[in-house]
């Protein structure tokens, strides 16, 4: 076949043979596709002749087959038709191939002059032209195969990176090279359990763009197991399926994996071409075209990658920028600025962020509503998170047996897609911030991803350090203030108002409800016994406030000092969730100690030893003296060097907790809120903050003893004596702590 295309070479033989035997005419005969005979040239006829010969006929074209077969010649001296004739097999050089028979036609002279020799000349032309052909042929290929790497060339030098069409640009060149209607290529997803593919018919500068599942389209099979496949007559359903969808009819097609970096990441295909069928060349020529693709594609991916890290980037670092910016004598305010950070870094609709409570085990959010969540570590999805230090991502909120839609119901909110994630610093879980439903541009819902994953990483190791910094900054400053105000209340002055201690007062409507609860006749007629069933109250310490009130009520301290119910019932009630659930030192215990003091005062021989100023002393010390008790001793804080150990070691003191419980109880007394002394004139304001100092530092266990020895020591007990009445309310105190 590549002979045939070759005219003026074989008619260039065919006249030198006539010429130089004086043949009447010569042809030339070669085998065709379907191993026929075809006549390639004759003399008389200047142009190339195609005749397929019935190879059963009796004439001398079976001598022609003869000699393709046998590689020897045949000669005939006399035929009626067609004259004496040589039938001369022109053999490739080397072998015993026969590539062509020779035909010379001659009535008038005697082949004897001609030799074989002769003939041989013929051969050796033969050979020369077949094999200058077969290099003109190849050169010819290569020159195409040349151009079109030139112009795929051209392409990729003005290609758009930033395109994202490229490598359908690049599949759709191989269609418009091979001459089919419509290019596809189909991208894996990172799980590869997908395609985001790209349509393009010829003639159409538009691109379709689909997604659809690997198992949903042929080229899945092609994605799996890495074998190109051509098709000329298409007949699978999933075809006609994606057809359907892109309103077009394949009938044939290619399809080669692409690949980089041995893996591979796409499949190109090629439909219906528009002469024949595929043939193995297209094949081989759209698996060239795959590679540039595999460049193309990998080029495209990186520079996106690129862009999208630099992006990434600066939109963490911006973020960062906003929260570093914040005053970190302000932890609120600290707290706000990452809120609004991850709420706009991962496009979330919501975010909570919860202070890790390491006294109390817990995770506490200030809501925006002046409203506190605490959720205990452990518990609930924010809890696990703050327990394990492994961020959670979940699709969906209400399919986790974990998620509380309490706050759901009560808001007419709906939670769908959480990401919570652990903020550290220095090694340790500082805050979990709580993400909640992801956005997309048009304010649609959708799951929190990998990416959104890594972008908050980046941003909580930076959001751990702002957290960190003011967080030792408020330490710092308490611990400042704690040691004036310990120095302040043990000299008897005026002491500054610790602004850093966040004293939590119950909303309103929770102050309500203990106001309205109803006081136990029975309960009310044993607060005089030393016999108070105290242990009664373990399940239900909320009715131990109005009866606190009542004590107060009855020894005619709310009237005579003018203390405002309102405030007393939310000064109670803020001291009651500010004692922890420890088993001693909780509110139960305080209602204890309060109650038996007010029993000692109510003996005659007690009460006219003390004033009505010392005994509204004693019954706010027995209330607050314990108060935010933690379980542990002094000791156990200042050898474990807890951040209650540290302050009071900064301050000098040994007596932790007790320190504490005068600064906490100090804070309650300055709260507008929660202020029970505000009618009190300065004078009387200053004794009872005085007596408090006092009376509570001295509950610490180790100055029982002296505490004894120095009311012992007293010869003689003076009423008017303001010492000796300290030092009366102070054995009271330890008496009614020991109960």
Same mark, same amino acid.
């Given at each position: 076949n590549n002979l045939l295309a070759k005219p003026a070479a074989l008619q260039a033989i065919v006249q030198a043979a006539t010429e130089l035997t004086a043949s009447s005419h010569v042809t030339m005969w070669l085998r065709d596709d379907e191993d026929g005979l075809q006549l390639a040239a004759e003399s008389e006829i200047l142009e190339i002749t195609h005749l397929s010969i019935n190879t059963n006929r009796n004439d001398y074209t079976s001598h022609i087959r003869t000699c393709f077969d046998t590689g020897e010649d045949y000669r005939a001296d006399?035929?009626?038709?067609?004259?004496?004739? $040589?039938?001369?097999?022109?053999?490739?050089?080397?072998?015993?191939?026969?590539?062509?028979?020779?035909?010379?036609?001659?009535?008038?002279?005697? /082949?004897?002059?001609?030799?074989?020799?002769?003939?041989? *000349?013929?051969?050796?032309? $033969?050979?020369?032209?077949?094999?200058?052909?077969?290099? /003109?042929?190849?050169? *010819?290929?290569q020159r195409q195969r040349t151009n079109v790497m030139l112009m795929l060339a051209s392409h990729l030098s003005v290609f758009?990176?930033?395109?994202?069409?490229?490598?359908?640009?690049?599949?759709? =060149?191989?269609?418009?090279?091979?001459?089919?209607?419509?290019?596809?290529?189909?991208?894996?997803? #990172?799980?590869?359990?997908?395609?985001?593919? =790209?349509?393009?018919?010829?003639g159409e500068a538009s691109y379709q763009h689909m997604q659809m599942t690997i198992a949903s389209d042929i080229a899945g099979d092609v994605a799996v197991d890495g074998e190109p496949l051509m098709l000329n007559d298409v007949i699978d359903e999933r075809v006609v399926e994606i057809d359907n969808r892109t309103e077009f009819k394949t009938k044939s097609l290619i399809a080669v994996p692409i690949k980089y970096e041995s893996k591979i990441q796409a499949v190109a295909v090629i439909s219906n071409k528009k002469e024949g069928d595929f043939t193995p060349q297209d094949m081989e020529l759209l698996n060239a075209f795959a590679l540039f693709t595999a460049v193309t594609l990998r080029n495209t991916l990186y520079y996106k990658e690129m862009v999208r890290q630099k992006a990434t980037t600066d939109m963490v670092l911006s973020t960062v920028k906003k929260v570093s910016e914040s005053d970190i004598?302000?932890?609120?305010?600290?707290?706000?600025?990452?809120?609004?950070?991850?709420? #706009?870094?991962?496009?979330?609709?919501?975010?909570?962020? /919860?202070?890790?409570? #390491? #006294?109390?085990?817990? =995770?506490?959010?200030? =809501?925006?509503?002046?409203?506190?969540?605490?959720?205990?570590?452990?518990?609930?999805?924010?809890?696990? *998170?703050?327990?394990?230090?492994?961020?959670?991502?979940i699709i969906d909120a209400y399919s986790d047996e974990r998620f509380n839609a309490a706050v759901d119901k009560a808001t007419g909110y709906r939670t769908q897609s959480i990401l919570c994630y652990p903020i550290h610093c220095d090694g340790k879980v500082v805050a979990v911030a709580q993400l909640i439903n992801k956005t997309d541009s048009i304010q649609r819902t959708i799951s929190f991803n990998k990416e959104d994953e890594n972008l908050f990483k980046s941003f909580a190791a930076f959001a751990g350090i702002t957290i960190g910094n003011a967080r030792l900054y408020k330490f710092v400053v308490e611990a400042g203030n704690d040691a004036m105000n310990l120095f302040q209340m043990q000299s008897g002055e005026k002491m500054i108002c610790n602004q850093t201690k966040k004293i939590r007062v119950p909303a309103r409507e929770v102050v309500q409800s203990f106001i309205d609860l109803p006081i136990d006749e029975e309960a009310e007629k044993q607060l005089q016994k030393d016999t108070f069933p105290i242990h009664d109250y373990d399940n239900k310490q909320n009715e131990l406030i109005p009866l606190m009130v009542k004590i107060m009520e009855n020894m005619n301290l709310i009237e005579e000092f003018g203390i405002d119910r309102q405030k007393l019932f939310a000064f109670l009630a803020a001291v009651a969730d500010m004692y922890r659930p420890v088993p001693y030192h909780n509110v139960s215990h305080a209602f204890d100690v309060m109650q038996t003091l007010y029993v000692f005062i109510s003996k005659p021989y007690i009460a006219d030893k003390l004033t009505q100023l010392d005994k509204l002393s004693l019954m706010i010390i027995g209330i607050l003296h314990d108060i935010d008790h933690m379980g542990l001793n002094n000791s156990f804080h200042l050898k474990a060097e807890t951040p209650l150990g540290i302050l009071m070691a900064a301050s000098g003191s040994s007596s932790v907790l007790e320190v504490h419980h005068c600064t906490l109880a100090i804070g309650l007394l300055q709260n507008e809120r929660t202020d029970i002394l505000c009618n009190l004139d300065p004078d009387d304001h200053k004794k009872v903050l005085k007596n408090l100092t006092h009376v509570i530092l001295c509950t610490d266990m180790v100055r029982h003893a002296s505490v004894a020895k120095d009311f012992r020591e007293l010869k003689e007990y003076n009423v008017n004596n303001d010492e000796h009445r300290l030092k009366l309310m102070t054995l009271l105190t330890l008496s009614s702590d020991v109960s």
């Open positions: 006399s035929d009626q038709e067609d004259g004496n004739i $040589w039938c001369h097999a022109l053999l490739i050089p080397g072998t015993s191939v026969t590539a062509a028979v020779l035909v010379l036609h001659n009535h008038c002279i005697d /082949f004897a002059f001609s030799s074989s020799g002769f003939m041989a *000349v013929f051969a050796h032309a $033969w050979a020369i032209v077949d094999r200058a052909g077969s290099l /003109f042929s190849k050169a *010819v290929e758009n990176l930033e395109s994202d069409n490229g490598s359908g640009e690049v599949v759709a =060149l191989a269609r418009d090279v091979i001459g089919a209607e419509r290019s596809a290529l189909y991208l894996l997803s #990172e799980d590869r359990a997908e395609f985001n593919a =790209l349509f393009q018919v010829s004598r302000d932890i609120d305010a600290v707290n706000r600025k990452v809120i609004e950070g991850a709420k #706009e870094l991962c496009k979330a609709d919501r975010c909570a962020l /919860f202070m890790v409570d #390491e #006294e109390y085990n817990q =995770l506490v959010a200030e =809501l925006q509503n002046g409203s506190t969540i605490k959720i205990p570590i452990g518990s609930g999805i924010a809890g696990t *998170v703050g327990n394990t230090g492994q961020h959670e991502n």
